[in-house]
Structure formats: C-alpha cells, structure tokens
C-alpha cells in the first residue's frame, strides 16, 4: 500500500562524533554498527536534531497490530567499516511492516522512523514526506533503511 522515503534525515551528533573517532591510520577494521534496528514514529511532535537521543524517539514510537516494540532488525549489506583511506558505506535492507488482525485492532499513523543500533545508539531519524495510515487489516508500510557515508582521509 505505501512505500515512503525519509525527508532529510537528521544524523545524530552522537554516531558522527563516534564515527570520526573510529577513523585512524592504523584502523583497518573499524565496526561502528553491529546489530541494526529500524522503529517507527507514532507523532510529530520531536523536533529531530542531531543531538536528539533514541530515548527520546523511543518514548514517540509507534503502537499498532502486528508492530514488534523496538522495531525490526535489519541486515546491513555493507558493514560500517574503515579501512585506511577507502570509502565508508552502510546500507541496510527493506524492512516491510504490515497491520495484521488482532482483538482488539489497533490502527495507527505512522510519521517517521529512526535508525539505531542496539549497542550503539541512534544513528538517524526524520519524517515521512507523507505520513502513512495503517486502518485496515492488510496495509503495509515497505521502508528502505540505509545511512551512505563517504569519506576521504
């Protein structure tokens, strides 16, 4: 039903600060995320900047049938890593969600989403360009999580 793309996402001081302190000369195997998840927002009422906390983002997540609280693991298909002066990339899979039946049914709108690793921290968050109404048992909300990093030492 919805495929939807953040807007601008906000990456978190906290992983930009962590990540430029993982690159090194003599790093040459450098694992900044290591177990991935993706959650949903629930409202709009966080104003996301990069110095916003996944605890913060944690207490606006979503509610609805079929939504694990935490959000879903996703596979990185490249691993963060750092390798002398070569480029650094992190791109995650589709991540599906879907409102299933349930008794009671519980709806939601969802507005955005956020990435964080379970060890880590928040990684990045933003808002949907449209948000997206999950009433009907059936809906599905299809998500692309990825966070492209290119950096030159």
Same mark, same amino acid.
Do not use: C
């Given at each position: ?13 906290? !992983? ?7 690159i ?12 991935? =998840?993706?959650?949903?927002? $629930? ?5 996301? /900047?990069?110095?916003?906390? =996944? ?8 509610? !609805?049938?079929?939504y694990?609280? $935490? +959000? ?7 691993? +963060? ?8 990339? &992190? ?7 879907? &409102?299933t /039946?349930?008794?009671?049914?519980v709806?939601? *709108?969802?507005?955005?989403?956020? &990435?964080?690793? *379970?060890? @880590? +921290? ?5 808002? !949907? ?8 048992? +059936?809906?599905?909300?299809?998500? @692309? ?5 290119l950096?030159?030492?």
């Open positions: 039903m919805s495929s939807r793309s953040l807007l601008s996402p906000v990456v978190s001081r906290l !992983f930009a600060d962590a990540l430029l302190a993982a090194a000369p003599s790093s040459t195997d450098d694992h900044l995320i290591v177990s991935p =998840k993706i959650a949903l927002l $629930g409202t709009p009422s966080v104003t996301i /900047t990069p110095d916003t906390t =996944k605890a913060v983002l944690d207490a606006e997540e979503v509610a !609805f049938s079929g694990t609280a $935490g +959000g879903s693991a996703i596979t990185l298909t490249t691993p +963060g890593v750092v390798r002398g002066s070569e480029r650094f990339q &992190l791109l995650a899979g589709n991540v599906t969600w879907v &409102l /039946t349930a008794d009671p049914l709806t939601a *709108t969802v507005y955005g989403a956020y &990435l964080y690793d *379970t060890t @880590f +921290g928040l990684i990045a968050a933003g808002y !949907f360009d449209e948000v997206v109404n999950l009433g009907n048992v +059936g809906d599905y909300l299809d998500l @692309f999580a990825g966070v492209p990093v950096l030159s030492l």
